[in-house]
């Protein structure tokens, strides 16, 4: 089975940067299509419902920002290495959550924001930002 490995989460001062990797679990590497598939960043924060974050679609041509991260995070994608990537700059508190990545359950052109589009998640990553 599929799996996505979210990695680079931690602590960090309100301000300061992060950057997030996903990447498929060594087990299906080779054979995973994920050049194919839109990817998906989500996150959750303590009592409140995850989010959509950011997306981007097969190539990197297209990215969709949540309008709280515009400016300020970046999603991209390495289709060599089977990674995507969440760069994350002038971190507020708020950011703090659990960060998912997740994969586009349809070959399309573009990328999606709603949680439905995604089949495949990963088991996510802490980030806390202190003020």
């Known amino acids: 089975q599929v799996q996505l490995v979210e990695s680079g989460g931690g602590l960090v001062q309100a301000g300061g940067s992060l950057r997030l990797s996903c990447a498929v679990s060594t087990r299906t590497f080779m054979n995973y299509p994920f050049n194919n598939y839109a990817m998906g960043w989500f996150r959750q924060a303590p009592g409140a419902e995850r989010e959509f974050v950011a997306a981007i679609n097969w190539n990197g041509g297209i990215t969709l920002y949540a309008d709280f991260v515009k400016g300020r995070f970046t999603i991209s994608r390495d289709n060599t290495e089977k990674e995507i990537y969440l760069q994350m700059n002038s971190l507020k508190p708020e950011d703090t959550a659990v960060y998912y990545c997740?994969?586009?359950?349809?070959?399309?052109?573009?990328?999606?924001?709603?949680?439905?589009?995604?089949?495949?998640w990963g088991q996510g990553t802490q980030v806390t930002v202190s003020s």
């Open positions: 997740a994969r586009d359950r349809t070959l399309k052109p573009g990328a999606a924001r709603s949680q439905s589009e995604y089949d495949i």
